[in-house]
């Protein structure tokens, strides 16, 4: 475990150079380690006399793809920036050691919002809404103004969206993370093919946008009422309905089908304003990159709480599966009868794992 001395050692030069403090004024320095969601990156807070100062993000390691990773935070930051993108400050990077120093957003994030709201409550359901709104405004200029100018070099990940990302870490995430590895249950013969199915269709969708690929409730941050975009590193080139589905079936937001198609319309309203589209059109790409995004999501909490170890991601797998089960009823889906009965099947499974898994940490009498 890294001392509190021994990081303040390394911020220290990035805090002077930020401007954030002058020399002679290290004491009174803090730093507060955050925990983090899926990510194996490590998250300080630092403070001056209980005064937030920054946000500090470390790798896990300064080498490989985890080193690439905070370059690619740094690079598409700045470039996010220049495009008017609210994303937080960006005040110093240290190359070596794969720091970066951020403005610190607070605590307050779309998810918490979300939860604190009644939806029986007409009040509480607009004041909500009002807020998803300019969320869908900022992710629109994002969407258009943010691919611009974006170096495919950037990308840590892949620099596009596409087919292979599709089968590699999507569906096939959900095959090995979700359905052998979580339920344990055998790959049915065919599934492969509609996997492919599914991919193919989804790439035609164009795919020259600027895609963040985690824009969810917990990724946006709240901070004196204004919009900010946080976690963009795997931001790379995709199509327009992904993030827009990732915001719409976020499992941690849960949001009521009703309150999600107002959404729809008005994203489909504010991206009218900046392009010519056919909406048709773009709902059948909306609906197979949603299923896509259904698919990475399932795959990722199971491997998360499964291999990981991180139970908080374990109660929103049911949510994500039930979800995909319902948009697998879309006619344009009527050729999957495999994954839809996988569905049926997984939901019904999942809930023995729940029952499996509630009763190995009942505590003893």
């Known amino acids: 475990m890294t001392s509190e001395a021994h990081l303040l050692e390394e911020l220290i030069p990035l805090l002077r150079d930020a401007g954030l403090i002058d020399r002679g004024e290290?004491?009174?320095?803090?730093?507060?380690?955050?925990a983090a969601d899926g990510s194996t990156r490590r998250f300080v807070r630092i403070s001056r006399h209980g005064r937030a100062l920054a946000?500090?993000?470390?790798?896990?390691?300064?080498?490989?793809?985890?080193?690439?990773?905070?370059?690619?935070?740094?690079?598409?930051?700045?470039?996010?920036?220049?495009?008017?993108?609210?994303?937080?400050?960006?005040?110093?990077?240290?190359?070596?050691?794969?720091?970066v120093l951020f403005e610190d957003?607070?605590?307050?994030?779309?998810?918490?919002?979300?939860?604190?709201?009644?939806?029986?409550?007409?009040?509480?359901?607009?004041?909500?809404?009002?807020?998803?709104?300019?969320?869908?405004?900022?992710?629109?200029?994002?969407?258009?103004?943010?691919?611009?100018?974006?170096?495919?070099?950037?990308?840590?990940?892949?620099?596009?969206?596409?087919?292979?990302?599709?089968?590699?870490r999507e569906s096939g995430y959900f095959l090995r993370a979700f359905w052998q590895d979580l339920l344990a249950l055998p790959v049915p013969a065919g599934i492969d093919d509609e996997f492919s199915a599914i991919a193919a269709m989804a790439a035609e969708a164009p795919a020259g946008f600027f895609l963040h690929r985690d824009f969810q409730s917990r990724n946006i941050m709240i901070k004196d009422g204004r919009i900010r975009i946080i976690d963009y590193q795997g931001g790379r080139f995709g199509p327009l309905g992904y993030d827009l589905a990732s915001l719409l079936i976020d499992p941690y937001a849960d949001l009521p089908?009703?309150?999600s198609d107002v959404l729809f319309q008005y994203y489909l309203e504010r991206l009218g304003q900046r392009m010519r589209f056919d909406p048709r059109q773009f709902h059948r790409?909306?609906?197979?990159?949603?299923?896509?995004?259904?698919?990475?999501?399932?795959?990722?909490?199971?491997?998360?709480?499964?291999?990981?170890?991180?139970?908080?991601?374990?109660?929103?797998?049911?949510?994500?599966?039930e979800k995909l089960r319902a948009s697998l009823q879309e006619p344009i889906f009527a050729g999957q009868p495999t994954l839809r009965a996988m569905a049926e099947r997984a939901v019904e499974r999942i809930g023995q794992v729940e029952r499996i898994r509630r009763q190995s940490i009942k505590p003893a009498r």
């Open 257 to 259: 089908l009703a309150f």
């Open 105 to 168: 957003l607070g605590d307050t994030r779309l998810h918490d919002l979300v939860q604190a709201t009644d939806f029986d409550d007409p009040a509480a359901r607009d004041g909500l809404l009002g807020l998803y709104r300019q969320v869908i405004d900022r992710l629109v200029a994002m969407q258009i103004d943010g691919a611009p100018g974006l170096d495919g070099d950037w990308c840590w990940d892949t620099p596009r969206y596409d087919r292979q990302l599709m089968l590699e």
């Open 285 to 321: 790409h909306y609906s197979l990159l949603a299923l896509q995004r259904n698919l990475q999501i399932v795959g990722a909490f199971a491997f998360l709480s499964h291999v990981r170890g991180k139970p908080f991601f374990a109660a929103y797998i049911r949510p994500a599966v």
């Open 26 to 34: 290290e004491s009174g320095l803090a730093v507060a380690m955050l």
């Open 55 to 99: 946000l500090a993000v470390f790798p896990e390691a300064a080498e490989g793809r985890m080193l690439a990773e905070a370059v690619a935070t740094w690079r598409i930051g700045r470039h996010l920036q220049r495009q008017g993108i609210p994303v937080p400050d960006l005040y110093g990077w240290d190359e070596r050691h794969g720091l």
